[in-house]
């Protein structure tokens, strides 16, 4: 080993002048030397590596772009109108208020408890066509909701047989619906309803029998005028 070391010394120093040691040095710090400079600049594929990349990102940042435009943004709400003041109905009768039961958009939607009439408008999306309580729109409701029952027989004004307790949430309901609902009339009977037609009739009869009355008084007091004169 020693032997090979001093051969490789004799040719160092023969060709070079040098030591091995100070060859070696001089070797390591030309290499750092080299690799320092290579850190200083940028070969060409990492170049068009970094553009490549820098292309990407652009690209991507544009693609979100567009999708932020692509984006509708939907127009502001509008308000709806306030509700029309309550029309005052009157007495009506069970099939009359049938005709309200929200099927036709342009008539207000009503329901009765109790033999009173309210208009429930303002909650159509409960009381309207495909609402929860859609089935008592129309009616008398006032035994089903005694009841808290969604049975067709059930909607009627009858409240015969009800409990103390049944009529007491009836109660409620009625007192509910006077302090978010408008009153807009009350039930009456056909019954009732011709008995007054009846009535206007029979007085229109005596109205006219009166005027006929005072004709034939008039007539008659025209008709002495002229006996009077000529006497």
């Known amino acids: 080993m020693s032997m090979y070391y001093s051969r490789l010394s004799g040719v160092i120093d023969e060709y070079t002048g040098l030591s091995p040691s100070a060859l070696f040095t001089i070797l390591a710090l030309m290499v750092g030397a080299y690799l320092l400079v290579s850190s200083l600049f940028v070969s060409p594929e990492a170049i068009a590596e970094a553009e490549a ?3 990407k990102k652009k690209k991507k940042e544009e693609e979100k772009d567009d999708d932020v435009d692509d ?3 939907p127009p502001p709400a509008v308000p709806p109108p306030p509700p029309a003041e309550p029309v005052q109905m009157g007495d009506v009768t069970l099939e009359e208020l049938k005709a309200f039961d929200g099927s036709d958009p342009g008539k207000p939607l009503l329901m009765a408890i109790k033999g009173n009439i309210f208009d429930v408008s303002v909650s159509r999306m409960f009381y309207g066509p495909g609402g929860p309580y859609a089935l008592f729109a129309g009616r008398d409701a006032s035994r089903a909701l005694a009841l808290m029952s969604f049975d067709a027989n059930d909607l009627t004004g009858n409240l015969e047989g009800l409990s103390s307790s049944e009529l007491e949430v009836l109660q409620d309901w009625e007192y509910k619906f006077m302090e978010k609902y408008n ?20 007085e229109r009869k005596e109205v006219q029998e009166s005027a006929r009355d005072a004709e034939g008084a008039c007539e008659a007091v025209k008709n002495k005028a002229p006996m009077l004169s000529s006497s």
């Open 71 to 73: 984006v509708v943004v």
């Open 183 to 202: 009153k807009v009339g009350q039930l009456v009977s056909e019954r009732t309803a011709g008995k007054d037609d009846d009535q206007s009739g029979d």
């Open 53 to 55: 990349k820098n292309k």
